[in-house]
Protein backbone atom coordinates (compact mmCIF):
# COMPACT_ATOMS: atom_id res chain seq x y z
CA UNK A 1 0.00 0.00 0.00
CA UNK A 2 2.62 2.50 1.07
CA UNK A 3 4.52 1.82 -3.37
CA UNK A 4 1.40 2.93 -4.65
CA UNK A 5 0.82 5.92 -2.34
CA UNK A 6 4.28 7.26 -3.03
CA UNK A 7 3.91 6.43 -6.71
CA UNK A 8 1.02 8.67 -6.83
CA UNK A 9 2.16 11.23 -4.63
CA UNK A 10 5.43 11.62 -6.69
CA UNK A 11 3.03 11.87 -9.85
CA UNK A 12 0.84 14.76 -8.36
CA UNK A 13 4.25 16.63 -7.22
CA UNK A 14 6.05 15.89 -10.72
CA UNK A 15 2.78 17.19 -12.47
CA UNK A 16 2.11 20.49 -10.22
CA UNK A 17 5.86 20.83 -11.00
CA UNK A 18 5.87 20.63 -14.83
CA UNK A 19 2.26 22.21 -15.18
CA UNK A 20 3.10 25.00 -17.58
CA UNK A 21 1.39 27.78 -15.49
CA UNK A 22 2.52 30.60 -16.82
CA UNK A 23 1.48 29.83 -20.37
CA UNK A 24 -2.59 28.38 -19.31
CA UNK A 25 -2.94 31.72 -16.81
CA UNK A 26 -1.43 33.84 -19.86
CA UNK A 27 -3.97 32.38 -22.10
CA UNK A 28 -7.08 32.90 -20.10
CA UNK A 29 -5.89 36.20 -18.86
CA UNK A 30 -5.39 37.35 -22.85
CA UNK A 31 -8.73 35.54 -23.96
CA UNK A 32 -10.81 37.21 -21.27
CA UNK A 33 -9.01 40.67 -21.96
CA UNK A 34 -9.55 40.11 -25.71
CA UNK A 35 -13.04 40.16 -25.49
CA UNK A 36 -13.07 44.13 -24.20
CA UNK A 37 -10.40 44.72 -26.75
CA UNK A 38 -6.98 44.70 -24.56
CA UNK A 39 -4.24 42.97 -25.26
CA UNK A 40 -1.89 41.59 -22.43
CA UNK A 41 1.47 40.80 -21.39
CA UNK A 42 2.93 39.06 -18.68
CA UNK A 43 6.52 38.52 -17.30
CA UNK A 44 6.11 36.15 -15.05
CA UNK A 45 3.49 33.50 -13.34
CA UNK A 46 3.83 32.16 -9.84
CA UNK A 47 1.14 29.58 -8.17
CA UNK A 48 0.11 29.72 -4.71
CA UNK A 49 -1.40 26.84 -3.02
CA UNK A 50 -3.62 27.35 -0.31
CA UNK A 51 -3.18 25.66 2.89
CA UNK A 52 -2.58 22.03 3.22
CA UNK A 53 -5.90 21.68 5.25
CA UNK A 54 -7.06 23.05 2.53
CA UNK A 55 -5.95 21.30 -0.39
CA UNK A 56 -8.52 19.30 -1.67
CA UNK A 57 -10.80 21.99 -1.56
CA UNK A 58 -8.97 25.10 -2.51
CA UNK A 59 -7.58 25.30 -6.15
CA UNK A 60 -4.57 27.14 -6.53
CA UNK A 61 -4.05 31.18 -6.80
CA UNK A 62 -1.57 33.00 -8.73
CA UNK A 63 0.35 35.96 -8.69
CA UNK A 64 1.32 37.73 -12.08
CA UNK A 65 4.16 40.10 -12.26
CA UNK A 66 5.34 42.67 -14.75
CA UNK A 67 1.78 43.09 -16.73
CA UNK A 68 1.23 45.00 -19.17
CA UNK A 69 -2.34 46.17 -21.04
CA UNK A 70 -2.51 47.94 -24.19
CA UNK A 71 -5.71 49.29 -25.79
CA UNK A 72 -4.79 51.06 -29.74
CA UNK A 73 -2.17 53.11 -28.63
CA UNK A 74 -2.94 53.37 -24.74
CA UNK A 75 -0.97 51.44 -22.40
CA UNK A 76 -0.89 50.52 -18.89
CA UNK A 77 1.31 49.10 -16.04
CA UNK A 78 0.56 46.48 -13.12
CA UNK A 79 3.10 45.65 -11.05
CA UNK A 80 1.13 43.02 -9.63
CA UNK A 81 -1.82 41.01 -9.52
CA UNK A 82 -3.03 37.65 -7.53
CA UNK A 83 -5.90 35.60 -8.94
CA UNK A 84 -7.59 33.48 -6.83
CA UNK A 85 -10.01 30.82 -8.55
CA UNK A 86 -12.76 29.90 -6.63
CA UNK A 87 -14.36 25.95 -7.13
CA UNK A 88 -17.80 27.22 -8.89
CA UNK A 89 -16.48 29.88 -10.91
CA UNK A 90 -15.44 33.34 -10.31
CA UNK A 91 -11.75 34.77 -9.92
CA UNK A 92 -10.67 37.17 -6.72
CA UNK A 93 -8.65 39.87 -8.34
CA UNK A 94 -5.86 41.73 -5.59
CA UNK A 95 -3.69 44.54 -7.56
CA UNK A 96 -0.86 46.88 -7.01
CA UNK A 97 -0.64 49.81 -9.75
CA UNK A 98 -0.28 52.94 -10.30
CA UNK A 99 0.58 53.74 -6.37
CA UNK A 100 -2.53 52.13 -5.11
CA UNK A 101 -4.19 49.16 -4.60
CA UNK A 102 -7.45 47.37 -6.53
CA UNK A 103 -9.60 44.62 -5.61
CA UNK A 104 -11.93 43.09 -7.69
CA UNK A 105 -14.46 39.60 -8.57
CA UNK A 106 -15.47 38.48 -11.69
CA UNK A 107 -18.04 36.55 -11.37
CA UNK A 108 -20.28 34.20 -13.11
CA UNK A 109 -22.40 35.54 -15.85
CA UNK A 110 -19.89 38.29 -16.94
CA UNK A 111 -20.28 40.47 -14.28
CA UNK A 112 -17.08 41.95 -13.06
CA UNK A 113 -17.03 44.76 -9.90
CA UNK A 114 -14.10 46.68 -8.77
CA UNK A 115 -12.53 49.19 -6.24
CA UNK A 116 -9.34 51.64 -6.79
CA UNK A 117 -7.89 53.93 -3.91
CA UNK A 118 -4.79 56.01 -3.92
CA UNK A 119 -4.28 55.52 -7.77
CA UNK A 120 -1.86 58.04 -9.02
CA UNK A 121 -2.25 57.37 -13.72
CA UNK A 122 1.19 58.94 -14.45
CA UNK A 123 3.10 56.25 -12.91
CA UNK A 124 1.60 53.17 -15.39
CA UNK A 125 -0.62 54.72 -17.73
CA UNK A 126 0.50 56.21 -21.13
CA UNK A 127 -2.17 57.59 -22.83
CA UNK A 128 -1.66 58.44 -27.07
CA UNK A 129 -3.52 62.19 -26.85
CA UNK A 130 -2.13 63.31 -23.69
CA UNK A 131 -1.16 63.03 -19.74
CA UNK A 132 -3.08 62.31 -16.71
CA UNK A 133 -1.92 63.08 -12.71
CA UNK A 134 -3.20 63.29 -9.61
CA UNK A 135 -4.54 60.66 -6.82
CA UNK A 136 -7.79 58.88 -8.34
CA UNK A 137 -10.29 56.13 -6.31
CA UNK A 138 -13.27 54.55 -7.67
CA UNK A 139 -15.76 51.74 -8.22
CA UNK A 140 -16.93 50.17 -11.69
CA UNK A 141 -19.72 47.39 -11.26
CA UNK A 142 -20.09 45.79 -14.95
CA UNK A 143 -22.80 43.23 -16.70
CA UNK A 144 -22.29 41.00 -19.84
CA UNK A 145 -18.60 41.71 -20.23
CA UNK A 146 -17.87 40.51 -23.61
CA UNK A 147 -21.77 40.71 -24.82
CA UNK A 148 -22.49 44.61 -25.07
CA UNK A 149 -23.86 46.16 -28.46
CA UNK A 150 -21.68 47.24 -30.95
CA UNK A 151 -24.05 50.12 -31.87
CA UNK A 152 -22.87 51.24 -28.37
CA UNK A 153 -20.69 53.48 -27.22
CA UNK A 154 -18.63 50.79 -25.35
CA UNK A 155 -19.08 48.87 -28.74
CA UNK A 156 -19.15 44.98 -27.56
CA UNK A 157 -17.14 45.22 -24.61
CA UNK A 158 -19.95 45.43 -22.41
CA UNK A 159 -23.31 45.42 -22.24
CA UNK A 160 -24.50 47.56 -18.90
CA UNK A 161 -22.67 48.86 -15.55
CA UNK A 162 -21.99 52.04 -13.38
CA UNK A 163 -18.89 53.57 -13.08
CA UNK A 164 -18.18 56.22 -9.71
CA UNK A 165 -14.93 58.00 -10.26
CA UNK A 166 -13.04 60.55 -7.47
CA UNK A 167 -10.27 62.74 -8.35
CA UNK A 168 -8.36 65.81 -6.65
CA UNK A 169 -5.15 67.33 -7.54
CA UNK A 170 -5.44 66.32 -10.79
CA UNK A 171 -3.83 67.70 -14.37
CA UNK A 172 -3.94 66.85 -17.27
CA UNK A 173 -1.79 68.03 -20.29
CA UNK A 174 -2.41 67.13 -23.96
CA UNK A 175 -5.09 67.60 -26.03
CA UNK A 176 -8.21 68.22 -24.06
CA UNK A 177 -11.91 67.87 -25.38
CA UNK A 178 -13.77 70.52 -27.02
CA UNK A 179 -13.48 74.31 -28.08
CA UNK A 180 -11.90 75.22 -25.04
CA UNK A 181 -9.08 72.71 -25.34
CA UNK A 182 -5.59 73.72 -23.96
CA UNK A 183 -1.91 72.29 -23.99
CA UNK A 184 -2.93 71.79 -19.99
CA UNK A 185 -5.05 72.25 -17.88
CA UNK A 186 -5.67 71.64 -13.38
CA UNK A 187 -8.72 69.54 -12.04
CA UNK A 188 -8.76 70.85 -8.52
CA UNK A 189 -11.60 67.98 -7.77
CA UNK A 190 -13.66 65.96 -9.73
CA UNK A 191 -16.57 63.60 -9.49
CA UNK A 192 -17.79 61.22 -12.47
CA UNK A 193 -20.63 59.14 -12.22
CA UNK A 194 -21.57 57.70 -15.14
CA UNK A 195 -24.15 54.50 -16.28
CA UNK A 196 -23.93 52.19 -19.16
CA UNK A 197 -27.60 50.68 -20.21
CA UNK A 198 -27.19 49.08 -23.50
CA UNK A 199 -26.88 51.61 -26.24
CA UNK A 200 -26.02 55.39 -24.38
CA UNK A 201 -23.73 56.03 -21.82
CA UNK A 202 -25.61 58.39 -19.31
CA UNK A 203 -23.41 60.99 -17.30
CA UNK A 204 -26.39 62.05 -14.37
CA UNK A 205 -24.80 64.82 -12.10
CA UNK A 206 -20.64 65.07 -13.16
CA UNK A 207 -19.03 67.86 -11.36
CA UNK A 208 -15.67 68.85 -11.53
CA UNK A 209 -13.44 72.52 -10.58
CA UNK A 210 -10.49 73.53 -13.17
CA UNK A 211 -8.86 76.60 -13.40
CA UNK A 212 -10.83 78.30 -11.00
CA UNK A 213 -14.25 77.86 -12.83
CA UNK A 214 -16.78 75.30 -11.99
CA UNK A 215 -18.62 72.86 -14.55
CA UNK A 216 -21.86 70.43 -13.93
CA UNK A 217 -23.34 67.97 -16.27
CA UNK A 218 -26.93 67.91 -14.63
CA UNK A 219 -27.99 65.26 -17.55
CA UNK A 220 -26.02 63.86 -20.68
CA UNK A 221 -25.99 60.99 -22.93
CA UNK A 222 -23.32 59.53 -25.46
CA UNK A 223 -24.31 57.47 -28.14
CA UNK A 224 -22.91 56.09 -31.95
CA UNK A 225 -24.02 56.67 -34.81
CA UNK A 226 -23.05 55.88 -38.43
CA UNK A 227 -19.69 54.90 -36.37
CA UNK A 228 -19.46 58.03 -34.72
CA UNK A 229 -19.63 59.12 -30.77
CA UNK A 230 -21.96 61.47 -30.19
CA UNK A 231 -23.18 63.71 -27.16
CA UNK A 232 -26.61 65.20 -26.39
CA UNK A 233 -26.77 66.93 -22.82
CA UNK A 234 -26.60 70.00 -20.89
CA UNK A 235 -23.55 71.88 -19.18
CA UNK A 236 -23.55 74.27 -15.82
CA UNK A 237 -20.58 76.95 -16.37
CA UNK A 238 -19.68 78.99 -13.11
CA UNK A 239 -16.53 81.02 -12.85
CA UNK A 240 -15.35 80.70 -9.08
CA UNK A 241 -12.19 82.98 -8.46
CA UNK A 242 -10.76 85.72 -10.98
CA UNK A 243 -7.59 83.44 -12.01
CA UNK A 244 -6.17 84.69 -15.15
CA UNK A 245 -6.50 81.10 -17.09
CA UNK A 246 -9.83 80.85 -15.37
CA UNK A 247 -10.74 84.01 -16.87
CA UNK A 248 -9.23 83.48 -20.79
CA UNK A 249 -10.93 79.97 -20.56
CA UNK A 250 -14.58 81.15 -19.57
CA UNK A 251 -13.56 84.05 -22.34
CA UNK A 252 -13.50 81.19 -25.04
CA UNK A 253 -17.18 80.10 -23.85
CA UNK A 254 -19.87 81.42 -26.11
CA UNK A 255 -22.05 84.35 -24.29
CA UNK A 256 -24.42 82.88 -21.74
CA UNK A 257 -26.61 84.67 -19.28
CA UNK A 258 -26.06 84.18 -15.42
CA UNK A 259 -28.57 83.11 -13.15
CA UNK A 260 -29.31 84.10 -9.75
CA UNK A 261 -26.30 81.89 -8.67
CA UNK A 262 -23.84 82.51 -10.69
CA UNK A 263 -24.33 79.80 -14.03
CA UNK A 264 -24.31 79.85 -17.00
CA UNK A 265 -25.93 77.32 -18.97
CA UNK A 266 -25.32 75.55 -22.30
CA UNK A 267 -26.72 72.70 -24.45
CA UNK A 268 -23.97 70.14 -25.74
CA UNK A 269 -24.33 68.84 -29.13
CA UNK A 270 -22.08 67.30 -31.43
CA UNK A 271 -18.83 64.89 -31.64
CA UNK A 272 -17.98 63.62 -28.43
CA UNK A 273 -14.37 64.65 -28.75
CA UNK A 274 -14.67 67.80 -29.75
CA UNK A 275 -18.60 68.84 -28.66
CA UNK A 276 -20.21 71.91 -29.23
CA UNK A 277 -21.46 74.53 -26.65
CA UNK A 278 -24.78 77.18 -27.31
CA UNK A 279 -26.13 79.62 -24.76
CA UNK A 280 -29.50 78.37 -22.85
CA UNK A 281 -31.83 81.50 -22.63
Known amino acids: ?18 FPHKLVVERLVRTALARVGVAASIESVEPRWPKIARMSVSPPGYLLRGIRLARNSDTMGIDTLYLGFGLRGGVDIEGNACGGSWRGKLQRGRRFGLTFTGV ?44 SIEGRN ?66 AVRVRNERPRGKMIAGLLPEAATDPEGWRHYKLSGAASRPQLSAVR
Do not use: Y
Not at 1 to 18: K, S
Not at 122 to 145: P, T
Not at 179 to 205: H, I, M, N, R, Y
Open 120 to 163: EPERCLVLSHGRLEGRFGGALALRGIGRGQSSGPAGTAVREGKI
Open 170 to 235: ARFSGTGPGPTALAAFELSAVDLEASLDGPALVLDGSTAEAEGIQWRLPAATVFRRTGSLLIEGRL
Open 1 to 18: MRRPALFVALTLVCFVWT
